[in-house]
């Protein structure tokens, strides 16, 4: 039995939403913006990146081979056209299209498969056309524990430097690879982490004593001076002595509670060094859970931004 509306059916289940897939979408519309002639998006679902391209006043054509997904998309007069990519490769004037878009398909594939696809879509590309692919991202941590198994037809991952290699090996000009920054980063969304780096800046300063004038004497004049005088002899000749021998000893006992501390404070420094050591690498994990590969026909000078650019693998 062949289940032609199963992916139609699925982006329903999941919620797949027009509005988010052009939120996401939207981040590859500078790659086609201003090329003249034909754009085609290979499995282009309900045909939001059409929709995209064309209100960008791009000539742009959707394929795709579920009837339901077509059917929709037409249903909101986006050009789609219901067929197997393969088969429109495989039948498309030789070096008549522009570009080539193809959003999470390769991960349905066996390498051959995508091989055969790059190796079509080259042939079928004019001069400095340019070829775009998107996939899971294999270098984050929850595309492993979560979304790639929540699809019924992901075959494998494919890193963006092997994509890039069955571009390089198929003819492609200088792969770029990149992530999309706006998919999900979702396992740490809402950790964050300062270390111990402002600790001191936190702790609270210790009050200022405050002379009180309420403990001053209480007798006035010479009788007053007479008391205070007596106060201090006794001090001199019985407290001062005591006091300088029990704070001989408390300055030795601070001296080793301040080693102590410094001993401490020096561990906390190297923990707080290896946590934050430990976060970076745990960022690492929570990349953006979609990345992306492209590259050109011949050379071509693509005025793209830092972000677009992607970085050579």
């Known amino acids: 039995m062949k289940y032609t509306d199963l992916d139609d059916a699925f982006?329903?289940?999941?919620?797949?939403?027009?509005?988010?897939?052009?939120?996401?979408?939207?981040?590859?519309?500078?790659?086609?913006?201003?090329?003249?002639?034909?754009?085609?998006?290979?499995?282009?679902?309900?045909?939001?990146?059409?929709?995209?391209?064309?209100?960008?006043?791009?000539?742009?054509?959707?394929v795709d081979s579920d009837p339901a997904c077509c059917a929709e998309a037409n249903d909101r007069g986006i050009d789609v056209l219901c067929c197997d990519v393969f088969d429109y490769l495989d039948q498309v004037e030789e070096e008549s299209l522009a570009g080539i878009f193809s959003a999470h398909l390769v991960e349905h594939l066996p390498?051959?498969?995508?091989?055969?696809?790059?190796?079509?879509?080259?042939?079928?590309?004019?001069?400095?056309?340019?070829?775009?692919l998107t996939t899971p991202n294999v270098r984050t941590l929850y595309t492993h524990l979560e979304s790639f198994y929540m699809h019924f037809g992901h075959v494998t991952f494919y890193h963006p430097k092997l994509l890039?290699?069955?571009?390089?090996?198929?003819?492609?000009?200088?792969?770029?690879?990149?992530?999309?920054?706006?998919?999900?980063?979702p396992l740490w969304r809402d950790v964050t982490w300062s270390g111990f780096d402002d600790l001191t800046a936190r702790a609270s300063p210790m009050p200022a004593v405050q002379y009180n004038p309420e403990l001053r004497s209480q007798y006035?004049?010479?009788?007053?001076?007479?008391?205070?005088?007596?106060?201090?002899?006794?001090?001199r000749l019985v407290v001062q002595p005591l006091l300088d021998r029990v704070v001989g000893v408390v300055n030795?006992?601070?001296q080793a509670v301040n080693h102590d501390i410094a001993a401490q404070w020096r561990y906390l420094q190297q923990i707080n060094a290896d946590l934050n050591a430990t976060h970076r690498q745990l960022l690492e994990l929570d990349r953006s859970v979609e990345c992306y590969v492209y590259a050109t026909k011949g050379?071509?000078?693509?005025?793209?931004?830092p972000e677009l650019m992607g970085e050579r693998p």
């Open 252 to 254: 030795q006992r601070m």
């Open 164 to 185: 890039s290699f069955f571009l390089d090996y198929s003819g492609f000009s200088d792969p770029r690879v990149g992530e999309n920054p706006r998919m999900a980063r």
């Open 299 to 305: 050379e071509i000078d693509l005025k793209l931004s």
């Open 111 to 132: 390498y051959q498969k995508v091989l055969e696809l790059i190796q079509l879509s080259y042939r079928a590309l004019q001069p400095q056309g340019i070829i775009l």
């Open 220 to 235: 006035p004049g010479i009788l007053g001076r007479t008391i205070s005088a007596v106060k201090m002899f006794v001090v």
């Open 11 to 62: 982006l329903r289940y999941i919620g797949a939403t027009p509005e988010n897939q052009r939120r996401i979408q939207s981040f590859y519309i500078p790659f086609f913006a201003d090329f003249q002639g034909l754009v085609v998006d290979l499995a282009c679902g309900h045909g939001d990146f059409v929709q995209l391209l064309t209100e960008q006043g791009v000539e742009a054509l959707g």
